[in-house]
C-alpha cells in the first residue's frame, strides 16, 4: 500500500481517538504505577482531581505532575485499545475471503527461480507489448482492478486491495494492519475533486488535502511508469506446474518484475529493494467501474477534529 494512504488512515484513527475521548462524559476508572513498581487504582472525583486508594482502602488526592501525566496517558491507551477492540476486524476472515480466488497461490514468497530463456517471450520489444494491454486499461481512467499485496520487510503484511477509477473519481477498499493480529477496514474515496479517507465501522471519514487520485496506488500499481523504467530482461519461470512469463525492469533503487500466464494476462507485480518488497497479486482487471461507491461518505466528518 502507497505509504502515504497508510499514514492518513492513521491518522483518520488517530482522530477519532481524539474524539472519542472527548465524547466520554464519564472518565473511567485507571491506574498508575510507582517508583516501587506497584499498581496502584486511580478514580477521577467530581472536582477533576485524581484520586488513589491504596491496599487499605485509603484515599489521597494526587498533586504530583508527573503522577498525573502517567495516569493520562493510561487512560488514553485504555480507550484507544477499548475502540481498537470495537473497530477491529478479524483479518484470518478477511484474507478468507481475498483468497476465493485463488490469491497469492502462484507463490506467497518472492520468486527466487532463475528465468528460463525462451525466444519467443524475451526482448524489450515483446515485453513492452506484454505490458501495453495492462497500461491501455490504466490509461483509460475506467478501470477495477481486484488485489491482494503483501509487504515483505521488517514485519510481513497481507491485506486485500481494490481499486476503482471512473474518470477523476476513484475509490481504494482496503484494510489496514495497525497492531498483531488486527485489521481495520478503511475506504480512500475521489469524489469531486475531494479526497476521504473512511472507516465504515465507525461511521466516520476525514478530508485529506494533499492526496490526489495520482498517489492512490503509487507504487503498487504503476503500469503507466513502465516506460521510464530501464528494461532489463525477459524469460519463464514454472511455479506449481504452471509457467508465467516474467520481465524484469529496474527503477531508481528497485527491481519490478512484471509476471504473466499463459494468455499474457498480467497475474502479478513485485517491487523489490533492500528495505522493503511489496508485491501484488492481481486476481482480475476489468475495465467496468462501479460507480455507486465513488461518493462523499455518510456518517460523522472528523475532519475539524483532526487539525
Known amino acids: 500500500m502507497s505509504k502515504k494512504i497508510l499514514a492518513v488512515i492513521l491518522a483518520m484513527i488517530i482522530a477519532v481517538f481524539t474524539f472519542a475521548s472527548c465524547k466520554k462524559e464519564k472518565e473511567p476508572d485507571s491506574f498508575f504505577v510507582d517508583e516501587e513498581g506497584n499498581t496502584h487504582a486511580v478514580i477521577k472525583g467530581d472536582d477533576g482531581q485524581y484520586i488513589i486508594t491504596d491496599e487499605e482502602g485509603n484515599t489521597s488526592v494526587v498533586d ?3 503522577t498525573i501525566d502517567q495516569i493520562e496517558q493510561n487512560k488514553e491507551n485504555e480507550e484507544i485499545e477499548s475502540i481498537l477492540n470495537e473497530i477491529e476486524t478479524d483479518p484470518d476472515k478477511i484474507m478468507e475471503e481475498a483468497d476465493k480466488n485463488d490469491s497469492l497461490q502462484m507463490t506467497d514468497d518472492l520468486v527466487e527461480e532463475p528465468l528460463v530463456t525462451e525466444p ?3 526482448g524489450e520489444a515483446a515485453a513492452k507489448a506484454r505490458v ?3 497500461k491501455t486499461i490504466l490509461s483509460s481512467g475506467k478501470f477495477t482492478i481486484d488485489a491482494v499485496v503483501k509487504e515483505v520487510g ?3 503484511t ?3 486491495f481494490t481499486y476503482i477509477r471512473s474518470g477523476n473519481g476513484a475509490y481504494i477498499e482496503t484494510a489496514v494492519p495497525f497492531d498483531e493480529g488486527k485489521v481495520i477496514k478503511a475506504n480512500m ?3 469531486d475533486g475531494v479526497t476521504y479517507c473512511e472507516i465504515p465501522s465507525l461511521n466516520a471519514y476525514m478530508i485529506v488535502d494533499d492526496m490526489s487520485i495520482e498517489d492512490l496506488a503509487s507504487g503498487t500499481f504503476d503500469g ?11 524469460g519463464t519461470v514454472t511455479l506449481n506446474g504452471k509457467k508465467y512469463t516474467c520481465d524484469v525492469y529496474t527503477a531508481d533503487k528497485d527491481t519490478v518484475k512484471y509476471y504473466y500466464d499463459s494468455n499474457n494476462k498480467l497475474v502479478r507485480i513485485e517491487r523489490i529493494n533492500d528495505k522493503e518488497s511489496v508485491i501484488t497479486e492481481i486476481k482480475s482487471i476489468t475495465n467496468t467501474a462501479d460507480t455507486s461507491k465513488i461518493k462523499k461518505p455518510s456518517g460523522f466528518d472528523i475532519s475539524k477534529l483532526a487539525g
Open 64 to 66: 504530583d505532575q508527573n
Open 120 to 122: 519467443t517471450v524475451t
Open 132 to 134: 501495453q494491454s495492462y
Open 154 to 156: 521488517a514485519e510481513t
Open 158 to 160: 497481507e491485506y486485500p
Open 189 to 191: 474515496i475521489i469524489v
Open 224 to 234: 503507466n511508469e513502465v516506460g521510464t523504467y530501464t528494461y532489463v530482461e525477459s
